[in-house]
């Protein structure tokens, strides 16, 4: 069991789902590799892990994000694994974002009933992080990272872009945990969510769900 001690070092902290499934992972691989072959990007990377990030925590040190858990949010994902089975879901359609630094390619994902964003996030936003953060309005609409890249000649400014078949595949989220993600490099100035990280799920806070 991985336990959380207390450092003065940060990380990003998530709530989400690493995907397990070697199928699926190897499936997400072999788009990222497409992407960077069919659409030409330069000064790529991507995670080592592929996850759902249903709701951001914050940039804080590890004590910092114990006391977080252990004082709201794993009350809160208590709840939500003891009323709600697994999540069948399926991908939906590819995304492009941008920032200062990086654009992003993600893949979006919906479950078969909508209770992931209807519910939810919902529910975690407005009772683990609106007490917090009372400034943060963005809700985060569940996808999976697959590529950050600087620039490409053939994407350009088009967000709609990205013609590769969207995967058929179903999958199943079957908990919910909480995902640290370091920076593998340290640089100077504010730290980035588009910088390129190692995730690892903590498993003292791992909420599976019904069955």
């Known amino acids: 069991m ?29 788009i990222q590799k497409k992407l960077v072959k069919k659409y030409r990007l330069k000064e790529y990377h991507w995670n080592n892990k592929l996850y759902t990030n249903f709701i951001y925590l914050g940039y804080m040190d590890n004590n910092t994000a114990s006391l977080y858990m252990d004082n709201m949010m794993s009350n809160l994902l208590g709840a939500i694994s003891e009323q709600f089975h697994k999540l069948t879901c399926k991908y939906t359609n590819y995304k492009i974002e941008s920032d200062k630094s990086f654009h ?7 479950d078969t009933e909508n209770k992931i964003i209807n519910i ?7 009772y683990g992080i609106l007490p917090i953060y009372p400034t943060r309005k963005d809700i985060l609409k569940p996808s999976i990272d697959l590529v950050y890249y600087k620039n490409s000649s053939i994407i350009g ?3 709609e872009a990205i013609k590769i078949q969207v995967p058929p595949m179903e999958f199943t989220i079957d908990h919910l ?8 490099k340290v640089r100077s100035g504010a730290p980035s969510l588009h910088d390129q990280m190692h995730y690892e799920e903590v498993h003292k806070y791992t909420f599976p769900l019904l069955d």
């Open 2 to 30: 991985h336990n959380i001690t207390s450092n003065k070092e940060k990380y990003h902290f998530f709530i989400g789902n690493v995907l397990d499934n070697e199928e699926q992972f190897r499936m997400l691989k072999n």
């Open 104 to 110: 992003k390619v993600s893949l979006k994902l919906i």
């Open 120 to 126: 939810i996030v919902q529910y975690l936003h407005k």
């Open 157 to 159: 400014d088009d967000k």
């Open 177 to 184: 945990s909480l995902i640290k993600g370091t920076p593998i």
